[in-house]
Structure formats: structure tokens, C-alpha cells
């Protein structure tokens, strides 16, 4: 952890609040510190982080538990971790077929958990909200009531908009200015406050917190489906855009004579790797999902000439397309999710060799190219980490507006 | 300003020389402020900018002036502004064909200049230095003796490491693995702090601190001369990649049928729209530089069929790899340098119509695409602030270190 940002000035009356929202992001990152790796970590004074952590168990968001004396020797340290009581968030993953809802406690632990297919003629934007809002109060209904949520986070298949939360195109389920906000808040029933992002940006962000991308400060992820989109971190935080479309990597264009895409644009890269054209090349077009592409990688494993020339096409894709991105962003690490993570998995060296001969030696160097940790959970831990963000950077005013 | 970063503690033993390096970088960037500015725009109260201001006056950084009784009415505030005889920085431009010096003062006043051209066969690295730091000298002895240099910006057309300040590759100077800022330091004779950064990423910070792209936070430069490259400023900083490596958009692969870029790739970018491209398509092969590019410019408003072939289609290029950026960043502006940018104002419509064709429409709509406003100083000017970065981030150190 850094002194300061230098752009911005520290505000004595501020900086309590602030400091409370570093030690409490610390242990909701770390699940648990002890007090002198919270010292270290912080550069504040023992006593500083005594009456901080004093603070934050009168606010019931953590615990304090004595060390085990067993362990070491020299002076113990007491551990400060997640409240088991405190206030939670609702999580929501909007996939294209389902929606999965979970109530996810500090310290980023999944308490509860539903969720629902959604059948192909109940997409509406109004049945996934009704379904949303259906599932969060099943999931707040089977905790405890001494807890309560406190926010809600929505991730979703679509390009959202970083001011209104309004999400302005999702593609695969054919939404176009969709006011999801207000659509699950009419059907909740309660006030909280409801933040909505881009899947493949929440799944990023999981990756880069709690997946395998922990200690990376620069990385790409990439979820590849039907539609290809992705998240970036920069430096530790999230590449937003000025409205909050970065990282729709699908629509890159990378072929001037490949096909017309459904955004309009000949050759995105989305028309060379995604789900759909590795099925047309294998010679199933009317085919979908997760099970049909891994049957077709199991028939290129068995030698089947057609299976394998297509996965060895979408291969050479991938890599040569991951080697722009490489030139672009000099990423540390590149997380290939969705059903694209089962060709990486079945490719490595092909991928590999595409993104060598694509990208500058000296950042392709320095790259790794590899699944995500953390599965289909990314964009569910995702979305609660969007909706803790607000209780970490001010716990004070947002516990007080909890109580409100 | 917003109040502080998220994942910084903040430490009281920090906090005086934290805001006296804000309220100095907020001057430097403005030139001059008023008291009550400063004290709007940092948070502060009246009687802590008083203090920063008094501290900055006595380290000779900053000077106060009354402000003029007769302009306004109410109390009127002092204005605080760069110290004309405080310190300044070397900031060294080396192009391919040329070596720029100046000293640039607080404010980001460019107090002397000299330049040199170099000629084919004295592009060495060692002549190269030895040119830098010969004319370093003359700056510094044509500038008054009460003010002094405190650190020296390099900015070089290569890939720069973020953690060394080595030279890895610059292909149109045929360098590898340069280590410049040894280089500079053995033929300067003074012991100055020496940082070096590519030409783009500079070129980007200049033009988002001081010229076109001064009100936006997220921005693209492009230097496209022969080869074509980038620096991205991300939420108003500036995006590195783990190595220092990002930016390099001419090596984006665009066409899986182009022909082999000098890096080993095939259909790159900078293949399609570099100087070299133009005047091949032009059919000039043998020409090269900013005036055989003006000569195709001018040929194709003549109506000349093959120029105005070679402006087309270099434009249609241009666009499309633009439109690819905009999906990938969604900045709020491009601004394109060097000998593109003549191409850009002889075909804005072209391009913007492949931007358009490439781009989807919430990210086109918001996106401008413009040419530089420091044209070509703003290497110069980047290269400054690459230098008085340290200061500003901790002017009592800094300034502590220049006096031992």
C-alpha cells in the first residue's frame, strides 16, 4: 500500500473515515489480519490501529479473537477478521439461460445461495428483474435477521452504462436500455442501493481480489462465450472508459475480410473464436453451450479431422488476437473464462505459439496466458464486490444510511 | 480532486508532505492559482493552504502576488504562482533525425532551447547521449546561475522499462537494450536524477496536462510517423503494463493477409498506416519524412488518382484501427500525432466513417478524434513532467536531495 494518491489532497477530517475503509477493505480481502500485519500493511502506528479496529467492532462490521498462544513464540498478535453477524450483500449473476442470486458476507464468504433457469421466452428484461428480485428475497428470507443486506450488485452479459447503472446493449438477450436498477428495486420490495456492471469486468475484478490473478496489478480477463468481452485492471483498478464500455474485446476488428458481426462491423474478433463459429467450423452449426464444445474438443482429442481443424483454427485465433492485447495493455497476466477456458485448456502451445508470433518480444516475455481460479463464481463475486465498494470507502456514512 | 485513494492508508507523518506536493502540482498545472482556488479545489482549509503556501515560498518554489484591487469585487485572494527563479528541469526529445533540449521551468514554461540535427551516420547510442548531454549543458549555461536544474526527462522513440529506464528495442534507430540514463549521466558531468519514457506515452501526458486533451481523463495519443505508436492515460493516469511496455498499437494485427511487420508479425497496424505505406501506395517507395507526406496530401486535393487511392485508403486503415481502440477503451478522446495527424485532417469524414463502421455506437458516440494542440513540443513537454514528477509528489525530499 502506497503513502497517497498524488492527486489528491488528504482532508484531516476526512482521513478517519478513510482510514477505517483501508483497514476494513484489508480484512475483507484477507478474510483475516492479525494487528501488526495490519500495522505493517497500513504504515499507521499500533495505537492507530488499535482504536481503528476499536471502531469498526462498535460498528459490528469485525471481530477481534485472541491468538492461538500455541503457535509462536514472542508477543501475539490479536486477529481481526470479518464480523460473522455484520451486513452482507446481495450478489446477482445474470447469465443469458439463468440467474443466480447470493447473500455474500465481509470477507467475501457466499452465506446463502439460489438460483432459477430462465426458459428462452421469459427473458423479457421485466421476468429476469421479477426473477432477480424473486431469488434475492429467498436468499435474505433463509439468513439470520440479526444480519441485514446492505447493497445489491448485478452482474450482467451487456455493455452498462458507468453513470445511470442502465444497461445500454446486451446482445444475447436482445435488451437495449434497459433501467435495471429501477426494474429490480420496483420488485424487491425494499431500499437498498443496487449497483449493475459488465460480467466480464466483475469477473476481473474477482479474479485480480480473490482468483488467480491476486497478485497481479495488470491483467486482461476474457470471457468468451457466444459473445467475447473482457475486463482490465490497470495498475489495481478496473479500466472503466468515459462511460463505462471498455473491454469489448469481441469487437475488435482483426480480419477485414471476415464475416458481418450482429454489432454491424466486418472480421470482430468475437466472429473468429466465439462458441458459434467453433461449432460451424466443426461442422454443427445448430449446436450450443458448454456441453457441445466440449464434446467437439473431446472429438478433436480423439482425431477427428473436422473437430480438429476447427479447434486448431479458433486456436490460432485466440492467440494471435490475445498478442494484440499483449501490444495494447503489457499484461501480466491474461484470464481466458467462459467456454473459451476449455479450448485454452485443450491448446496451450497452439494459443501460445499465435500470441509469440503477434506480440512484441519483450511483452510477450513477460505474459502468462491461464483459466480462472474462481469458475462460473467470478461474476457473482464480482458483483458483491461492486456492492461492497461504497461500506469500504466510507464504512461510517454507509452503515449510517443502513441504519436509516 | 476526490479525497484520497482507496487502497492508501492514510499516515499522519505523511500528510504535510503529501498536500504540499497537491497544492504544488495543482500551481504547476495551472501556472497560477488563487488562494481561494486552491483551497476550493483541494478541500483544505484557509488557514492549512496558507501554511502549504508559506512552506512552498520558502523553499523557493512557488512566489504569492497581490492579487490586481481593480478587476473584481469582494475580498480579493492572493495568487499563488511558479517561482520564476526556482528550480527547473532537462527536458531531452530524441527523435530519429534530431535531438531537442530546453529547460522547462514550474508551470511548464520552456525558459531555453537548442537543438541538433543528427545526422544517418552518428545514431549510436553513445553519440546520441554525448549529443544530450552536450547540449544540456549549453541550456543550463544560457540560464541564469540563481536557478538550477533538479532532474533530467529523456523522451526516446522505443520501448522504455518502467523499472530501469533501458532502451529494449527502438527499431527506427536500430537500438536494443540501450541503458540511456548511464549513458546521458557519464557525458553530463553533474549528478542529476535521469528518467526516460517513450515518445507516445509522453506525447499523451503533455497533451492531457497541457493541451487538447487538458478536461478529459481518459484519452489515446497516437504518434504515428513511421512507426506508429501509443500512450493511454486511464482515469487520468497514465497506463504502463507491468513492464512499461503498453501502447504499442502499431503492432496490433489487423489483417491475417498483411504483409510481415519488421517486428516478425504479419498485418500489423503500422503496416497499413504508417509514412512508409502511404507513399508505397502513392507510389513513391523511395520518399519518406513529414514533407513527402504533405506532397501526397496536397497531389490527392489535385485530384492525382493513385495519391488520392493511397489517402483513401490509408484513412479507411486508420479509422478501422481506431474504431478497434474505442471498443477496447472507450476514451473520451483520440488525438492523433506526428505525420497522421496531417492525414487526419485531410480525411476526417473517411475515418470517422470506418470509426463508425468498426465501433459500436454507445462508444463511437462519445469519442472524439483530433489532432495535437502542442504539437511537436509535446515530447518536450512530456519529458518535463516526466522529471518533475518527484518533486511533486514529494517537494520536501526532493528538494532536500537537489541541495546535498
Known amino acids: 500500500?502506497?503513502?497517497?494518491?498524488?492527486?489528491?489532497?488528504?482532508?484531516?477530517?476526512?482521513?478517519?473515515?478513510?482510514?477505517?475503509?483501508?483497514?476494513?477493505?484489508?480484512?475483507?480481502?484477507?478474510?483475516?489480519?492479525?494487528?501488526?500485519?495490519?500495522?505493517?500493511?497500513?504504515?499507521?502506528t499500533r495505537s492507530t490501529i488499535g482504536a481503528l479496529v476499536s471502531e469498526l467492532?462498535?460498528?459490528?462490521?469485525v471481530v477481534e479473537r485472541r491468538p492461538d498462544l500455541h503457535v509462536r513464540a514472542g508477543r501475539p498478535s490479536h486477529v481481526v477478521q470479518a464480523a460473522p453477524s455484520g451486513p452482507y450483500v446481495i450478489a446477482i449473476s445474470v447469465e443469458i439461460d439463468t440467474v443466480i442470486v447470493a447473500g455474500v458476507g465481509l470477507g467475501g464468504r457466499i452465506l446463502a445461495r439460489q438460483d432459477e433457469a430462465v426458459p428462452e421466452d421469459e427473458r423479457s428484461p421485466e421476468q429476469v428483474a421479477a426473477c432477480c428480485a424473486d431469488l434475492a428475497r429467498r436468499v435474505i428470507a433463509s439468513l439470520p435477521r440479526r444480519t441485514r443486506p446492505i447493497a445489491v450488485g448485478v452482474s450482467v452479459p451487456g455493455v452498462v452504462s458507468r453513470a445511470t447503472g442502465c444497461?445500454?446493449?446486451?446482445?444475447?438477450?436482445?435488451?437495449?436500455?434497459?433501467?435495471?436498477?429501477?426494474?429490480i428495486a420496483e420488485r424487491l420490495g425494499r431500499s437498498l442501493p443496487i449497483l449493475v456492471g459488465n460480467?466480464?469486468?466483475?469477473?476481473?475484478?474477482a479474479e485480480h481480489l480473490r482468483g488467480v490473478a491476486r497478485d497481479c496489478s495488470d491483467l486482461i480477463f476474457i470471457n468468451g462465450r457466444i459473445g467475447v468481452g473482457g475486463g482490465v485492471i490497470v495498475d489495481g483498478h478496473r479500466l472503466h472508459g468515459v462511460g463505462g464500455f471498455a473491454g469489448e474485446f469481441g469487437h475488435m476488428a482483426v480480419d477485414p475480410d471476415g464475416i458481418v458481426c450482429h454489432c454491424g462491423g466486418a472480421g470482430c474478433w468475437e466472429t473468429k473464436i466465439g462458441e458459434r463459429r467453433l461449432l460451424e467450423l466443426a461442422g454443427r452449426p445448430e449446436a450450443h453451450g458448454p456441453i457441445a464444445v466440449a464434446e467437439t474438443l473431446a472429438a478433436a482429442d480423439r482425431g477427428d479431422p473436422r473437430a480438429r481443424a476447427a479447434v486448431d483454427e479458433v486456436s490460432s485465433w485466440m492467440g494471435r488476437g490475445l498478442g494484440a492485447l499483449t501490444n495494447i495493455f503489457n499484461p501480466e497476466m491474461i484470464v481466458v473464462g467462459g467456454t473459451l477456458s476449455a479450448v485454452l485448456r485443450s491448446r496451450p502451445e497452439r494459443i501460445r505459439a499465435a500470441l509469440e508470433a503477434t506480440a512484441l518480444p519483450v511483452a510477450a516475455a513477460t505474459v502468462t496466458v491461464v483459466p480462472p481460479a474462481l469458475g462460473a463464481d467470478a461474476t457473482l463475486l464480482g458483483a458483491a464486490e461492486l456492492a461492497f465498494a461504497p461500506l469500504l470507502a466510507d464504512p461510517l456514512r454507509t452503515m449510517a444510511a443502513a441504519s436509516a
Chains 1, 2 share one sequence.
Do not use: F, K, Y
Not at 21 to 41: F, K, M, N, P, W
Open 199 to 205: 460480467d466480464a469486468d466483475l469477473g476481473a475484478l
Open 1 to 44: 500500500m502506497q503513502a497517497h494518491s498524488r492527486t489528491s489532497a488528504a482532508r484531516p477530517d476526512a482521513i478517519r473515515s478513510h482510514n477505517l475503509g483501508v483497514v476494513l477493505a484489508d480484512v475483507h480481502r484477507a478474510g483475516a489480519r492479525s494487528r501488526s500485519e495490519l500495522t505493517r500493511r497500513t504504515g499507521l
Open 57 to 61: 467492532c462498535a460498528l459490528g462490521l
Open 167 to 183: 444497461i445500454e446493449i446486451a446482445p444475447n438477450l436482445d435488451w437495449r436500455d434497459v433501467p435495471m436498477p429501477e426494474l
